[in-house]
């Protein structure tokens, strides 16, 4: 594939590869951002929810 037919998520991922190929290179590692450009703005919502509703599991169960 040549790198100006590609769409800008397919060039992030293509660059985000590269650069775990050479950790070196990578100031920061992997973080938030990685995570959440990985699963898009969905996965991201429902990430936050299922975390907001554990929280409130734990709290009422082990107050």
Do not use: C
């Not at 040549?2 to 290179?25: F, G, I």
């Not at 938030?32 to 929810?49: A, E, F, P, Y």
């Amino acid at each position: 594939m040549d790198e100006n037919d590609e769409t800008p998520e397919e060039r992030r991922e293509r660059l985000r590869q590269k650069e775990l190929r050479h950790p070196s290179s990578s100031i920061h590692g992997s973080n938030l951002s990685d995570l959440v450009g990985g699963l898009g703005w969905k996965g991201t919502g429902i990430m936050i929810l299922v975390l907001i509703a554990g929280f409130l599991l734990y709290s009422l169960f082990f107050q």
